[in-house]
């Protein structure tokens, strides 16, 4: 008799406790996507936004192959402009303030970055 | 029974090295070097082996102007622990630098002149041999490349350098360097470095920073493998010397003293 | 089986808190190396490596030498062995794994570990000696594993058992060639540029690690009354005899070529070491320490009823382990190092957070060695 209210008991402790996130969060404010602002001014991005998205992080990794280990230093994107394989001159040239504009997903989403380890933008020299 | 056991064992063996062989020549298949940038090639025949004379009896002893520009542009850190030391580029006195010349009836001027030092860009170098990741590698125009991001930081490479060319970061070098240069990055703790050639210049068609910020002229830059190549000809007007050239390493750094 | 490791006498638990604060300690110094980087340690841009590799390189020496308990008893039916051969093999297993951490603590980015396996580069011998040694580790793991459930159970061992052994058997003698090439080949290093290195690698392995053996025999018989025999001890005695002979011999050839040569390259390494170069010494009163002790324990070893008595041969086998752990670990590694390709002599002192990784990580390697030991004596007396 006893065992049984211990194991029923000690189940619903052990749902409860496992589901103590979902009862003490601020279920009023709806989580908002990082807004992200884009500089217009110096013209579209090295490829779609869909496609950034989606695929930065493996183009960041094969621009840094690229470069680095192959001396290939130009991206020529799929509507034919031709850029430099660069994260500081290329992406950070538009996208100047990287907390602001690569931080607020990566940190909203808690997922690292060693970027900025060694990458130094402009915007943090001065 | 017994006989039986041995038998065993130099089957084992046998497969076993059978296995090996295998395993190792479909290894070395797939770790074949990636493609190369057509801007790293003249011509499809001669590849341009990047290298440097350095003139010795021109260089004056108390400026230190190249060590300065290469360090600057670099985000060389300068760290107060000589423990801690990283440089790319350096001065030593020519005993240390070219130990093998002899001291003997030379005078104290002879063998204390501070010589310039830095990495030799190996043609055959033991330093890319060695890394068990590829992270230092040669590139098709002799330079030997550091790929930061896969550098583990093991520092076998620095064991296998016989000229002391290589440097590693102990701890973060930020706090260290006086100003950053965004153009270039920073390199983060636990891993090694050393003069690159300043290969990210000469893609834009730029002499390396030591080159160009020479008063006297000390350093030549060219193409070895190119016989009107300004390197060519002062290497074939007058005798130089490479460092230690009895260890097969094939230094692209030429010295005229 | 690993429940054995968990009954246990006061003596018993005593030693495992020990080990573990020692451990701890460890740890908690290891995570400061890791916010901080390796500036805690001694090393400099001239003496690239340590006390870290040093450790790394003698105890691949250790599980090297198991290989002369595991030959004999398996290969040549020499039943005396059979006591001892497993103490052999989990001492491998445990030298392996303090190697392998040893590593990890030494490396810059130990978070990059991996990239020896992802991107592979089999012109380093480090690439060699990373599949050697977990290789051996594995084989040795898994055979003495085997062994020991096949006789907790009563029944004879799987039949996979033999072929995994008789392959560690020349894996033994392959995992210190490679480590030893790693030294080797570089021919910026002088101290370490000699064909003779892995012999002298190997020599000193097999009197380094069945010493330890010894050491631990008898001291099992002192503390829980496990005896592997007065046979298999006198034969260890004998095999550790023989092999620090030509370990001697061989630090004998280096000492004449460098020194008859006269090429200075060739004699400023061990002149460091031995002798002092540019004034400085550190290492002198180390090396001369094992040379001394090294050979005064040989000498015990020579003479048979001093190499049959107990407490003789215990001193013996001490002398020789701390003399080959000194010319190995301190000598070989650090003096490789100096004179630097600069023909400078930079020094080297470990940090203190350096020495306790250290001990924490040989602490670990005691941990488990009495962990394993416990399940062989259980098994073994059931």
């Known amino acids: 008799m006893i065992e049984r209210l211990l194991v029923y008991g000690g ?66 994107s799929t509507d034919g402009r031709v850029f430099q394989k660069s994260l500081t001159h290329t992406c950070i040239d538009c996208h100047e303030n990287r907390e602001e504009f690569c931080g607020q997903c990566h940190s909203t989403l808690n997922v690292k970055t060693y970027c900025w380890e060694c990458h130094v933008t402009p915007l943090e020299v001065q | 029974m017994k006989k039986n056991k041995r038998r065993d064992f130099l089957k084992i063996s046998g497969a076993g090295a059978l296995a090996g062989v295998g395993l190792v020549t479909g290894l070395i298949e797939k770790t074949v070097v990636g493609s190369e940038s057509p801007t790293q090639r003249k011509t499809t025949k001669e590849k341009i082996r990047w290298g440097m004379v350095i003139d010795m009896n021109k260089c004056r002893d108390d400026c230190t102007k190249c060590i300065d520009a290469c360090h600057v542009t670099h985000n060389v850190p300068d760290f107060v622990n000589p423990k801690d030391e990283i440089k790319w580029i350096y001065k030593s006195p020519r005993k240390k630098v070219f130990p093998n010349i002899s001291q003997e009836f030379s005078t104290k001027g002879q063998k204390e002149k501070p010589f310039l030092a830095l990495c030799n860009q190996c043609a055959d170098p033991p330093c890319t041999k060695v890394c068990p990741t590829g992270a230092t590698f040669s590139r098709p125009d002799g330079i030997v490349q550091m790929d930061f991001h896969r550098c583990i930081g093991c520092r076998y490479c620095m064991a296998g350098c016989p000229y002391g060319s290589r440097s590693f970061n102990w701890r973060d070098p930020r706090p260290a360097i006086k100003k950053i240069d965004s153009a270039f990055p920073t390199r983060e703790r636990g891993v090694v470095e050393k003069c690159n050639f300043c290969v990210e210049r000469l893609e834009k068609n730029l002499l390396p920073s030591c080159v160009e910020t020479c008063p006297e002229g000390v350093l030549t830059f060219g193409n070895l493998n190119d016989p009107d190549s300004n390197v060519r000809k002062l290497i074939e007007s007058q005798p130089t010397m490479q460092r230690k050239p009895e260890l097969g390493t094939r230094p692209s750094v030429f010295y005229i003293t | 089986m690993l429940e054995n490791a968990l009954k246990g006498g006061r003596s018993y638990w005593v030693l495992v808190s020990v080990l573990l604060v020692i451990f701890l300690l460890g740890v908690l110094a290891y995570s400061r190396q890791l916010s901080e980087g390796l500036t805690i340690t001694g090393m400099s841009r001239d003496v690239s490596w340590g006390i870290y590799i040093a450790q790394f390189t003698f105890l691949v020496g250790v599980a090297a030498s198991a290989v002369m308990v595991v030959l004999p008893y398996y290969l040549h039916d020499y039943k005396e062995f059979g006591k001892v051969v497993l103490l052999g093999e989990f001492l491998a297993v445990s030298s392996i794994i303090m190697c392998l951490m040893f590593i990890l603590a030494d490396m810059g980015k130990p978070e990059r570990a991996l990239y020896v396996i992802l991107h592979p580069h089999p ?40 072929p995994v052994i008789y392959l560690s058997i020349p894996w033994a003698v392959s995992i210190h060639t490679v480590t030893a090439f790693l030294y080797s080949g570089l021919p910026g290093r002088h101290l370490w540029l000699t064909a003779v290195l892995a012999p002298r690698f190997l020599a000193s392995a097999f009197t380094a690690g069945p010493a330890l053996l010894i050491l631990l025999a008898l001291l099992l018989r002192r503390t829980v009354g496990y005896d592997v025999g007065a046979k298999a001890i006198a034969k260890l005695a004998m095999i550790i005899t023989y092999a620090a002979l030509i370990h001697f011999f061989l630090v004998g050839m280096e000492f004449f070529t460098a020194f008859y040569s006269n090429i200075p390259s060739h004699i400023h390494g061990l002149e460091y070491l031995f002798f002092g170069l540019d004034g400085k010494s550190n290492l002198v009163p180390f090396l001369r320490i094992s040379f001394i002790l090294g050979l005064l324990s040989l000498l015990i070893l020579l003479i048979p009823t001093l190499r049959h008595s107990t407490p003789w041969l215990a001193a013996a086998s001490a002398g020789l382990f701390v003399s080959i752990w000194i010319d190995k ?54």
């Open chain 1, 11 to 76: 189940l619903a402790g052990f749902l409860f406790l496992v589901s103590i996130p979902f009862w003490f969060s601020d279920q009023s404010s709806k989580h908002q996507p990082p807004s992200l602002s884009v500089n217009s001014s110096k013209g579209h991005c090295v490829e779609s936004r869909a496609f950034m998205r989606a695929n930065h992080m493996k183009l960041l990794e094969k621009w840094r192959d690229d470069v680095v280990r192959h001396g290939n230093r130009i991206h020529v």
């Open chain 3, 123 to 162: 012109k380093s011998i480090m690439f060699w000696d990373m599949l050697s040694l977990t290789g051996y580790l594995v084989l040795n793991l898994f055979s003495a594993w085997g062994v020991l459930t096949a006789e907790s159970k009563g029944v004879s061992p799987p039949i996979w058992v033999k």
């Open chain 3, 329 to 382: 670990g301190i000598g070989l590694i650090l003096g490789g190092f100096v004179p630097s390709p600069m023909e400078e002599v930079v020094e080297y002192i470990p940090g203190f957070l350096e020495v306790c990784i250290t001990l924490g990580i040989w602490a670990f390697g005691f941990l488990l060695l009495t962990v394993f030991y416990k399940m062989v004596v259980s098994v073994k007396r059931i």
